[in-house]
């Protein structure tokens, strides 16, 4: 009977752990734009970018807090087992000889002991503090500089973000439209094999009736197997294609990716070229933008940093003394209390501001050869994945001429195999011709999209 209980409590666990599992897996049916938005929203590049834009909101909450009037309190009791002490001459002893010099009556010569000194203390056993202090900052170089700073820093950080974006585009982009190409020629890869199986069907009744040759027969099972095997390598290829997405994208292996989009040649040749390009489209032209302002921003902090910082304070505080505890009514409370303003004026650092300066100018001149370096690296980028798109194009064009043809040439080969006026190796070698035409054409069509994507890409107009 346990072994029963057992063997029962162990499936209904395994059925359990597999309601689980299939629940755990979930079914995505995506566009190409679905995809690119699922990424930004499950990728960590993507998530932290964002997470420095809250940051730099908060460093400017920060920022602003320090224009605000700042209240500080504060309170101490303390008890004094010993109270301190200091040593004072006996005022007593003083006093006395005073009012004998005074009224002449020390004989001449008499010498006048010195004063002894007494053990004095000025403080109670019991003392408390009880105190508020506010503070007005009035004038202060680097935070207003700061201030003048928020609006570039998180702009700075947008255009991070939209960097980051751009990259996680071109990585979806591109592993999407490889999935439906590859999809596209294994389906073509498919079809050959069920014509060369027909055809093998078609040459084992000849070769059974007499009317063909064993030769003829080996020739397409070796046609038949290599293709196989190619096809074997495209549907490998296609999941590995599909794991890629699934990583761009932020989706578990485990869950299931449909492709929504369909495969067009007019889709790929539509708004191909645009000879206009604009610097700022691009987001690491934008990020350097922001940059150079907050160098800027930077190199005028530090100027400032000679003027003097003015700040306003005021503070009241209760102070008690008495021989026993504060609560104790024989306790002695005095009030103080005061407003003043206070002024920091530089005077010499050892021109550390002025080393401060020089470093800060240089780091602006290195972010202006930056930026023209980057500008002449897009200039490049466009002329480069233009050149390579548009013979991506040609080549598509040419490839899909090609493609039209060796399959005319199929289907008149076959026709004349069927009525008796050719051979099985024409139809063969027709065939193989076919295949290699099509698996041109899908490389050129990858190749188009592909450039397509980075051209787009380049000229900052990848949607």
Not at 92 to 100: P, R
Not at 127 to 156: C, E, H, I, M
Not at 210 to 222: S, T, Y
Request: proline share 3%; charged share 20%; net charge positive.
């Amino acid at each position: 009977m346990r072994i029963v209980k057992l063997t029962k409590y162990l499936c209904l666990l395994w059925l359990l752990g597999i309601s689980i599992g299939s629940h755990a897996q979930k079914k995505y049916e995506l566009t190409v734009q679905q995809a690119v938005d699922m990424a930004f929203n499950n990728l960590a590049d993507v998530k932290n970018a964002q997470l420095d834009y809250r940051i730099q909101e908060e460093q400017n909450k920060g920022i602003e807090g320090q224009l605000y009037p700042q209240l500080s309190g504060s309170a101490g009791v303390q008890y004094y087992i010993q109270t301190p002490k200091i040593l004072f001459p006996d005022a007593s002893q003083a006093g006395i000889y005073d009012v004998l010099i005074k009224e002449h009556l020390l004989p001449d010569g008499t010498q006048i002991p010195t004063p002894k000194l007494q053990a004095l203390s000025f403080y109670q056993p019991w003392n408390s503090t009880f105190g508020a202090t506010l503070s007005q900052l009035l004038f202060q170089p680097d935070v207003f500089v700061g201030l003048q700073a928020r609006k570039a820093s998180l702009q700075y950080a947008q255009s991070n973000i939209e960097q980051v974006k751009e990259q996680v585009k071109d990585s979806a982009y591109k592993k999407y439209y490889a999935i439906l190409v590859a999809g596209k020629q294994l389906y073509f890869l498919n079809e050959s094999i069920k014509r060369l199986e027909k055809l093998y069907h078609d040459d084992s009744a000849l070769y059974a009736n007499g009317f063909a040759e064993k030769l003829d027969l080996d020739k397409v099972q070796v046609q038949l197997t290599n293709l196989k095997t190619t096809a074997s390598v495209v549907q490998t290829g296609l999941t590995l294609s599909y794991a890629a997405l699934k990583f761009s994208i932020g989706v578990s292996q485990q869950d299931t990716v449909v492709l929504k989009d369909s495969l067009s040649i007019e889709e790929v040749k539509k708004d191909v070229l645009n000879d206009s390009v604009n610097y700022s489209d691009r987001p690491i032209i934008r990020t350097l933008d922001y940059s150079k302002k907050l160098s800027q921003l930077d190199v005028r902090r530090y100027k400032l940093q000679y003027l003097p910082s003015v700040a306003a304070q005021a503070s009241y505080a209760i102070n008690s003394m008495g021989n026993k505890f504060i609560t104790d009514p024989t306790t002695v409370w005095l009030k103080t209390s005061y407003v003043g303003l206070n002024v920091s004026i530089p005077i010499f650092d050892g021109f550390q501001k002025r080393a401060n300066i020089r470093q800060a100018q240089l780091r602006l001149q290195k972010l202006n050869n930056t930026y023209e370096q980057v500008k002449q690296g897009i200039d490049l980028e466009v002329l480069a994945t233009k050149e390579s798109f548009t013979n991506s194009l040609l080549q598509l064009d040419m490839q899909e001429r090609n493609r039209e043809l060796a399959q005319k040439v199929y289907n008149t080969t076959k026709i004349k195999f069927e009525q008796g006026l050719g051979s099985s190796f024409e139809v063969l070698q027709a065939d193989t011709e076919f295949q290699t035409a099509e698996a041109n054409y899908f490389n050129a069509l990858y190749n188009a999209i592909v450039a397509k994507i980075s051209y787009q890409k380049a000229i900052g107009k990848l949607p």
